[in-house]
């Protein structure tokens, strides 16, 4: 099944007309696709993406993350930068909890996916994620 992003944003030109050149970079488009909470890493460490629900929830589940988001990044009512809070990962005053509600309202707002990684390449759980936008400034 193909990802409805990867085919909206992940062109062979780098560019889809009509979107205003919106566009992932190559390495999120060359990375594993997920779009379901059965599907896993190819091996461990290798890149995943997404912007399904299910898979970034059951993803924090399994790490206890909370939603959340960056303290001042607010903007017109909005919520400012997306981010997860990790227990026992020390005290980050700046993070402030939202709901799951608020958390994916906004992702889908921003058209975000969410690269990360299940596992380490050493086989370890990995907390590695980035969000990545096909409107964010191009290279």
């Given at each position: 099944m193909t990802d409805p992003f990867k085919e909206k944003y992940c062109s062979d030109e780098g560019t889809n007309?009509?979107?205003?050149?919106?566009?992932?970079?190559?390495?999120?488009?060359?990375?594993?696709?997920?779009s379901s909470p059965s599907e896993h890493e190819a091996h461990p460490g290798r890149s995943l993406v997404t912007h399904n629900h299910e898979?970034?929830?059951?993803?924090?589940?399994?790490?206890?993350?909370?939603?959340?988001?960056?303290?001042?990044?607010?903007?017109?009512?909005h919520l400012g930068v997306l981010r997860f809070d990790f227990p026992n990962w020390g005290s980050n005053e700046r993070l402030e909890h939202v709901t799951w509600e608020q958390w994916f309202d906004t992702l889908d707002e921003r058209q975000l996916v969410m690269l990360y990684q299940e596992h380490m390449r050493n086989g370890h759980l990995s907390n590695f994620f980035h969000f990545n936008s096909p409107y964010r400034e191009q290279d």
């Open positions: 007309p009509g979107h205003n050149n919106a566009h992932f970079p190559r390495s999120v488009c060359q990375a594993q696709w997920v898979v970034i929830l059951d993803w924090a589940t399994q790490r206890h993350a909370m939603p959340a988001t960056i303290r001042g990044t607010e903007h017109d009512g």
